[in-house]
């Protein structure tokens, strides 16, 4: 059989106009496609865009500021050194010193003790050190000893670190080689070398000194009340 090729040409035609809207249609389907995509893209990252623009804006910069001023540093077995206005060299340590960013010169202390050159130590279970003023703030069980045997007992006290002073406001209990002393407010000055008592002060003196065991010479005592100093 022979086919004319004009008929043949007739008869492929209809087809090929198909195949060519066939894809016209399939371009359409991918543009829209690639335009859905793109679209959805974009919204998600503005959704993304828009949580973290949240964010920062509900956190705001005085929040971040006061976490930043409840920031606290914390150091462990600490220890701070310098000397009074005599020379003499002083030692101050504790379990814990924490610094607060907000004031980076008060210090709070955990079981601070304070050591100076002539043997004299003081500790408490909790302080403020105060590195601008160079004092020290001391709480609750205040113990004060020194090298010759002296113990010093009271519920707070504050240490000059460079005038080698110590101020109390509180009752002091005090015993020693040479006897015990009682008072409603206290001053240590020279490093430890003297005492002044004041308010309701009581003392009973040991002419001849304690002995070794602590217990006062039997009938050999005088006490006293008043100022002392």
């Not at 995509?37 to 919204?43: E, L, N, R, V």
């Not at 070794?212 to 008043?226: I, K, L």
Request: hydrophobic content about 35%.
């Amino acid at each position: 059989m022979t086919i004319d090729s004009s008929s043949a040409l007739s008869l492929w035609e209809p087809r090929r106009q198909m195949t060519l809207a066939q894809a016209r249609r399939r371009s359409s389907l991918v543009s829209l496609l690639r335009l859905m995509f793109t679209a959805g893209a974009a919204i998600a990252a503005g959704i993304m865009v828009g949580h973290l623009a949240a964010n920062a804006v509900s956190r705001g910069p005085s929040q971040l500021e006061q976490l930043s001023s409840d920031e606290v540093v914390t150091m462990v077995n600490a220890r701070f050194t310098g000397r009074d206005i005599a020379g003499q060299s002083i030692m101050i340590t504790a379990d814990t010193a924490q610094r607060r960013r907000a004031d980076p010169e008060l210090i709070e202390l955990q079981n601070p003790r304070l050591v100076t050159e002539n043997g004299t130590e003081i500790d408490a279970p909790s302080g403020l050190y105060d590195q601008s003023d160079q004092t020290v703030d001391l709480f609750e069980a205040v113990r004060l000893v020194d090298t010759r045997g002296y113990d010093f007992r009271s519920t707070s006290a504050r240490v000059f670190v460079e005038e080698g002073r110590v101020d109390g406001i509180d009752p002091l209990v005090g015993t020693g080689p040479l006897g015990d002393v009682t008072c409603d407010t206290y001053e240590i000055v020279e490093d430890g070398d003297r005492l002044s008592c004041r308010g309701n002060v009581e003392m009973t003196i040991f002419p001849n000194k304690r002995d070794g065991s602590g217990a006062a010479p039997a009938g050999n005592t005088a006490s006293d009340t008043g100022d002392e100093e």
